[in-house]
C-alpha cells in the first residue's frame, strides 16, 4: 500500500514539474521577436513583418542563414521619422535599418522629411548603420533630404559609414543593381550634405542613382 502511495505522488509531483516547462515553452513558441529595423516610427516585429505599416505598401524578411534581412517597399510613402543615434551622433532617419539588408523596390516609392529643415540632429533617409545595403528590384524610389541646422550638421540620403572628420570609415557597401531607379534630393545649407555617404559603391545592371 505504501508503495502505491508513494508511486502515485511521485507520479504526480512528475506532472507538476514539468509544467511550468511546458508553459514557457508554448510561451517561447508564441513570442514577438523584435527586429533591429524600424519604419518611421514603426518598429519590425514578427508579428508585423508581412505588413509593416499595414497598408500593404512595406513588408520584412528576416535573415537566415547566409541570406540577409529584405524589405520590400510597394508604392510605399514614408514620411515619418525618428531619433536614434550612431557612432555617438543623434541622427533622425526615416528608415532606420541598422543590418545587413536588401531593398527591394516595387513601383514607385518615396522616403523623406515632413520639412525643408531639421533641427539639433543630423539627417539619414536610410540609415543602415556599418551594413551593406543593396537596392534592387524593378522600382523606383526617390529620397528627400532635409537642411540639418545643427552645428556642423549632416545630412545625407542614404548613410551607410560612420564617419569622423566627414572622412568615411569605410566599412559600409550600397550597391544599386537590377532595374532599381533611386533619385535623391539633399536640401543644401548643412555643414555636411551628401546624397550618399558610403564605404564603397557599386552600380550594376541597368539601375540608376
Known amino acids: 500500500m505504501k508503495r502505491k502511495v508513494l508511486s502515485i505522488l511521485l507520479a504526480a509531483a512528475l506532472v507538476i514539474g514539468c509544467c511550468p516547462?511546458?508553459?514557457f515553452s508554448t510561451f517561447a513558441e508564441g513570442a514577438t521577436v523584435q527586429y533591429n529595423s524600424w519604419v518611421g516610427t514603426v518598429q519590425i516585429t514578427s508579428d508585423n513583418a508581412s505588413d509593416v505599416l499595414g497598408d500593404g505598401t512595406v513588408s520584412y524578411t528576416p535573415a537566415s542563414g547566409d541570406e540577409c534581412a529584405v524589405l520590400t517597399l510597394n508604392n510605399a510613402n514614408i514620411t515619418a521619422s525618428r531619433k536614434t543615434s550612431f557612432s555617438g551622433y543623434s541622427i533622425t532617419a526615416v528608415?532606420?535599418?541598422?543590418?545587413?539588408l536588401k531593398l527591394v523596390l516595387t513601383g514607385s516609392n518615396y522616403i523623406g522629411?515632413?520639412?525643408s529643415s531639421i533641427q539639433e540632429s543630423d539627417f539619414a533617409g536610410i540609415l543602415s548603420g556599418n551594413n551593406d545595403l543593396e537596392i534592387c528590384g524593378s522600382g523606383s524610389l526617390e529620397i528627400y533630404a532635409p537642411e540639418s541646422e545643427k552645428?556642423?550638421?549632416l545630412s545625407s540620403g542614404i548613410y551607410?559609414?560612420?564617419y569622423y572628420n566627414s572622412v568615411s570609415a569605410g566599412k559600409g557597401a550600397l550597391t544599386v543593381s537590377g532595374g532599381a531607379s533611386v533619385t535623391i534630393?539633399?536640401?543644401g545649407g548643412s555643414k555636411y550634405s551628401y546624397g550618399?555617404?558610403?564605404g564603397t559603391f557599386t552600380l550594376r545592371d541597368s539601375a540608376s542613382l
Open 21 to 23: 516547462a511546458l508553459c
Open 95 to 100: 528608415l532606420d535599418v541598422q543590418e545587413p
Open 113 to 115: 522629411y515632413r520639412s
Open 151 to 153: 552645428k556642423n550638421g
Open 160 to 162: 551607410c559609414s560612420a
Open 185 to 187: 534630393n539633399v536640401v
Open 196 to 198: 550618399v555617404f558610403v
